[in-house]
């Protein structure tokens, strides 16, 4: 089954509504697609509608942020949309992101490039993230282009880069399943440890309940690959795939061959 389990919308930092962008999965091939935005699932109803119109397959999701000394980001799949502690929990998330957005603005604002509410667009109403941060600074002129304003003021290092905090990645593990959804370590290859600390860290979330490996990810090795899959293997996990859309330099996956895909 082709698919890919791991795309954004702008309910979260990517550029495109939920139907827009399973559109986009659908006309790439995918058969079985979860829309996994950051900390909110305000967008799966939309997603639902768009799947079910072109015949494909939206699974519940959501992207939980979480941090275990480096950002660790665990992908949620299958939950409870109602379950009442859960929903709790995404409420707590979503501050933490807004009070991290704010003040990012608040910085830009001491460096002389204010961003009025009115120029983050329809993202007002949803989650404000720098990806939404970055074309506004565009639209007023601070900056050339989206990327040149990412790098310049918005990320790791740069003079309004604000880095985030919240939870251990056990704890959104334990949310997950406590609202019967199952847990996936989204791009275990961008985590910044080395080999060694990485695979001590995926037992430790094993240990703790996780469900899988996002093991096939945009531009994977294939040693990496290999070597998570096996890892997963050993633990008693299953394997995903997935692009983590955002907007069109990105890809989305729908390569059956080379990425297995759970349907949960």
């Known amino acids: 089954m082709r698919g890919d389990l791991h795309i954004h919308s ?13 559109k986009r999965a ?3 091939g995918c058969e079985v697609v979860s829309l996994t935005d950051h900390d909110t699932f305000d967008g799966v109803d939309e997603a639902n509608e768009a799947a079910k119109s072109l015949g494909i397959k939206n699974v519940t999701g959501a992207e939980i942020s979480s941090y275990a000394g480096t950002k660790v980001h665990i992908l949620a799949y299958g939950f409870s949309r109602t379950d009442s502690r859960f929903n709790s929990f995404i409420k707590e998330q979503k501050k933490r992101r807004r009070e991290r957005a704010e003040k990012i603005l608040a910085k830009l604002s001491d460096y002389g490039m204010p961003v009025p509410p009115s120029e983050l667009g329809s993202c007002v109403s949803r989650e404000i993230s720098r990806p939404h941060i ?3 600074m565009v639209r007023l002129g601070y900056e050339k282009d989206f990327m040149s304003a990412m790098k310049k003021w918005l990320l790791r290092g740069a003079p309004t880069y604000v880095p985030a905090s919240g939870i251990e990645p056990e704890v959104a593990i334990q949310e997950i399943r406590s609202a019967g959804g199952l847990s996936v370590l989204a791009h275990p290859v961008r985590i910044e440890l080395d080999s060694y600390e990485k695979t001590a860290l995926i037992k430790r979330l094993a240990a703790a309940g996780l469900n899988g490996i996002e093991a096939v990810y945009k531009r994977s090795s294939r040693a990496s690959v290999k070597w998570f899959r096996e890892l997963a293997r050993s633990l008693g996990l299953f394997v995903t795939a997935g692009a983590d859309f955002h907007a069109e330099r990105n890809e989305i996956i729908a390569r059956p061959q080379n990425n297995p895909v759970v349907l949960l």
Do not use: H, R
């Not at 702008?10 to 399973?22: K, M, Q, R, T």
């Open 10 to 22: 702008y309910y979260s930092d990517g550029l495109y509504s939920p139907a827009e962008v399973i």
């Open 26 to 28: 659908a006309e790439a």
């Open 134 to 136: 970055a074309l506004a």
